[in-house]
Structure formats: structure tokens, C-alpha cells
């Protein structure tokens, strides 16, 4: 992100765990792309997910890696490492406060699933949250459809993706395949660094 002209661009922010990174996230991302008409989609592992302590999760260095096989082969996805290298719990006002100051003039689009979004009442600062970045929702399945707000657009051309990473974390667990779940490379590393297999 360092030295990015910013002047008119549109610029798509997904954060989440990605534990692992799955089609769901790839899909999401190239829909809200396509949809939006963004020039560009920052993909924010988090470093510390308040949201979900209590459970084992890969190391940072292990989510970041996954990522950047994934992203690699568009060149309108970027991985941005800013929550793994901030102390602290990942909240997202302040990581968009960052982006934001980084990229102004940028508009920003935060995207989430419906998951996340009926979780961010919980959020810290959820107003401010909803003064940085347009919030765009995509469905999740088994989740009511989000509703269209004046605060909130719809991702309406998203396919529904019955794919979570905890359904990816328990078939390596159970030894089944992964196959088209996650890319290729994304697999070969869960394999050659083991991960999942007894979480
Ligand atoms: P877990 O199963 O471990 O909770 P997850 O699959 O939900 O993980 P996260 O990294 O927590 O993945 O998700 C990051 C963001 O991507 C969240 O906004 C989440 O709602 C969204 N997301 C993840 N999977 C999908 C999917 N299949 N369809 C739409 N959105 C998704």
C-alpha cells in the first residue's frame, strides 16, 4: 500500500481470519470487485481475532502465507499486513482509520458476510466503523438475507457459498479432501506444514 496514488480510487477492504483462506473469501472478493467497480481489494488477516479467542488458530506467518498464494494470480487483490504487525487485538476502526489515512482520498468499501455483520453491534466503535467505509454485506447460507440499508448495500450477484474455514479446518482434521474448498497451492501448504490435523 506504501506510495499508492489514491486520487478517485475505489478501494475494497475484507478482513477476517483466513484460517484457512477459502473460495468463499476468493469469491466474495472478485463478486464485491466486479459489483463496486473497485480498482482494488486489501485482504486484512487478522493478528490477534478478539472475536474468536478461546480457540487455536494458525500463526499469523502460517494465514499470511496461505493468503498471498491465494491472491496471487489477481492483480486487483493485495494482501496488507497491518493487523498482524499491530500489538494488540485486530479492531477494525482502527485498522480502517489507518487505511484510510494512508489512501485518502480513497473511498472505501468494508466488506463482510452476513455473519460478521449481525456480529458488529458488538464491535468496537461501530458508528465510526460506518463513517469510514461504506458497509457492503454478501450472504452467507442458513443466515436470513442481510437487509439494504442506507448504511449497508447488498452484494446481490454473489453466489451463495456453503464454505466456512471451520468446515475446511475439520475435513483436514477428519483426513478427507480439500480439493476446489481452497486453491491448489493453499492446499499444498496446509499439507507440507500440517496444519489442521488435530485442532
Ligand atoms: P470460521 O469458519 O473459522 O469462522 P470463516 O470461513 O467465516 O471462518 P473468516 O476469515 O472469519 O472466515 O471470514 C472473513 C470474512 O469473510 C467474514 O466477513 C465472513 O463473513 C466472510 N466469509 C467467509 N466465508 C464466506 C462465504 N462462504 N460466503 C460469504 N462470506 C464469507
Given at each position: 500500500m506504501a506510495g499508492l496514488d489514491s486520487a478517485g480510487l475505489r478501494l475494497g477492504v475484507l478482513g477476517g481470519t483466513f484460517d484457512p483462506v477459502h473460495i468463499g473469501h476468493?469469491?466474495?472478493?472478485?463478486?464485491?470487485r466486479e459489483e463496486l467497480a473497485l480498482d482494488r481489494l486489501?485482504?486484512?488477516?487478522?493478528?490477534?481475532?478478539?472475536?474468536?479467542?478461546?480457540?487455536?488458530i494458525a500463526t499469523a506467518a502460517d494465514r499470511l502465507a496461505m493468503l498471498e498464494f491465494a491472491v496471487s494470480d489477481n492483480p486487483a487483490f493485495e494482501v496488507c499486513t497491518i493487523e498482524v504487525e499491530r500489538e494488540g487485538p485486530?479492531?477494525?476502526?482502527?485498522?480502517?482509520?489507518?487505511?484510510?489515512?494512508?489512501?485518502?482520498?480513497?473511498?472505501?468499501?468494508?466488506?463482510?458476510?452476513?455473519?460478521?455483520?449481525?456480529?458488529?453491534?458488538?464491535?468496537?466503535?461501530?458508528?465510526?466503523?460506518?463513517?469510514?467505509?461504506?458497509?457492503?454485506?454478501?450472504p452467507r447460507p442458513g443466515r436470513?438475507?442481510?437487509?439494504?440499508?442506507?448504511?449497508?448495500?447488498?452484494?446481490r450477484g454473489m453466489p451463495i457459498i456453503g464454505v466456512s474455514a471451520t468446515a475446511v479446518r475439520e475435513r483436514v482434521r477428519d483426513g478427507r479432501p480439500i480439493r476446489?474448498?481452497?486453491?491448489?497451492?493453499?492446499?499444498?501448504?496446509?499439507r507440507r506444514r500440517q496444519l489442521y490435523i488435530s485442532s
Open positions: 476468493l469469491i466474495l472478493a472478485e463478486a464485491a486489501l485482504f486484512v488477516p487478522a493478528g490477534q481475532p478478539w472475536r474468536k479467542a478461546g480457540r487455536d485486530s479492531y477494525t476502526v482502527e485498522t480502517l482509520s489507518e487505511i484510510k489515512a494512508r489512501s485518502l482520498p480513497a473511498q472505501i468499501f468494508f466488506i463482510v458476510g452476513e455473519d460478521a455483520l449481525e456480529d458488529m453491534p458488538n464491535w468496537k466503535e461501530p458508528e465510526r466503523i460506518a463513517e469510514l467505509a461504506e458497509i457492503v454485506a454478501a436470513p438475507s442481510p437487509h439494504e440499508t442506507g448504511r449497508i448495500t447488498l452484494l476446489y474448498l481452497v486453491p491448489p497451492a493453499v492446499e499444498d501448504y496446509i
